[in-house]
């Protein structure tokens, strides 16, 4: 009996036809296209999001039903027909703000803005660092920062980009060894008859 309620059912997926659903969605002024909204089909588990100008494509079955959700924007969902005579269906999806007010909460690590103050004024506070009399950083403790200071986001960029030059370069070949290189040897004595090299006083 198992057996036999387990074919009808496999008979009930075959018989539905496959959809493609494709269509871009749009804000509530239907002026600007919303990227990133969730597409998918909650009972199977599948689903897409829309791409940079808001266009989306998927397949489905037919009978399922797909949401679109986004944060800050209202859930929607819509139906495939049934028994339709076209394999695809396009659409033009605009998505509703939706608005939720919540109330003021202000967040204190005391039970009372006078405990507050309180623990404040009692702090004991030893300042981290060694300041001179005019005011400055003395120059050890700004050597000892700059030893344990991260590389900062354009030295990071910098270094990935010299390391995707040396990478290029070693593709078409061994990188040059300037001490073999008659230009540089070149340039080196020319430098000497200028006297760039003297030491100036």
């Known amino acids: 009996m198992a057996l036999g309620f387990q074919n009808l059912q496999a008979q009930d997926q075959k018989e539905r036809k ?9 804000n509530a002024d239907s002026t600007d296209a919303v990227p990133g909204v969730n597409i998918y089909v909650p009972k199977k588990g ?7 100008f808001g266009y989306f494509s998927m397949p489905v079955l037919e009978g399922d ?6 944060v800050g924007l209202k859930r929607q969902s819509f139906t ?8 695809k269906i396009s659409l033009i999806v605009t998505m509703q703000e939706d608005e ?10 005391y039970p009372t803005e006078e405990e507050f103050k309180n623990a404040v004024l009692a702090m004991n506070y030893e300042a981290p660092m060694s ?7 003395s120059p050890e ?5 700059a ?15 010299q390391g995707q030059i040396m990478q290029i370069q070693d593709r078409y070949g061994p990188r040059p060894f300037r001490l073999l290189d008659p230009f540089a040897w070149s340039q080196f004595i020319q430098s000497i008859k200028r006297g760039d090299l003297k030491k100036k006083d």
């Open 18 to 26: 496959v959809i493609q659903l494709s269509g871009i969605i749009l």
């Open 46 to 52: 599948r689903g897409t999001s829309s791409g940079r």
């Open 65 to 70: 039903s797909v949401v679109f959700t986004f």
């Open 80 to 87: 495939i027909p049934v028994e339709m005579v076209d394999d």
């Open 100 to 109: 939720i007010a919540l109330a003021e909460i202000e967040v204190m690590p």
């Open 131 to 137: 300041v001179d009399s005019r005011g400055n950083m």
């Open 141 to 145: 403790t700004l050597l000892r920062w």
């Open 147 to 161: 030893e344990n200071m991260p590389a900062s986001g354009n030295e990071n960029f910098r270094g990935f980009q």
